[in-house]
Structure formats: C-alpha cells, structure tokens
C-alpha cells in the first residue's frame, strides 16, 4: 500500500510541477521537503497539491477522503512537511 501511495504523490507533483513555475525537486527521496520551512511549496501550491493527491487516491484506490482537515492541522509535525509524511499521513486515514 505504501508504494501506491508513493506512486500517487509522485504523480500528483509531477502534474502540479507541469502546471507551476516554481517546481518540487524530488527524486525518489521521499525526504522532499514540502511545505513549511524549507519547502518547495507555498500555501496555494500546497492546497492544488492536496486537491490532486485526493483526485488520484479517489481515481486509482477508489476510496474519497480529506487531508485538509482540522487533523491534518492540529498535529505536532505537519504531514504536509514531507513526502514521507504526507505518504504516512495518507496511509493511517486509509486504515
């Protein structure tokens, strides 16, 4: 389930660096960071990030969920920081 995951976020980046001028530089280091300090994106970025990452989990997992939620929000560690985190967050709200 990670990998599809993995391959889900990868592909929404890569759709969102096709649509920005301020791209995301990531390999296969899921380490990237995202947002927040040190992060390729901004808020707008990060909410078109989000939107795509939940069309794709919707269209290649058929499940619907929020990330964007007062959750995602009140934790300690964003799991909006990385693409680790983000992964790891997707992961628990699919369990």
Do not use: C, H, R, W
């Not at 390729?40 to 990060?46: F, I, T």
């Not at 939107?51 to 058929?62: A, C, F, M, P, R």
């Amino acid at each position: 389930m990670t990998n599809e995951i993995l391959n889900i976020v990868y592909e929404a980046i890569s759709e969102l660096n096709e649509l920005s001028e301020k791209k995301i530089e990531f390999t296969s280091q899921e380490k990237t960071k995202l947002y927040g300090s040190g992060g390729s994106l901004d808020s707008l970025s990060l909410v078109n990030l989000i939107v795509l990452v939940e069309q794709k989990i919707e269209e290649k997992l058929n499940k619907s969920l929020v990330l964007a939620d007062e959750k995602a929000f009140s934790q300690n560690n964003s799991p909006f920081a990385t693409i680790d985190s983000l992964v790891e967050y997707i992961k628990e709200l699919l369990t």
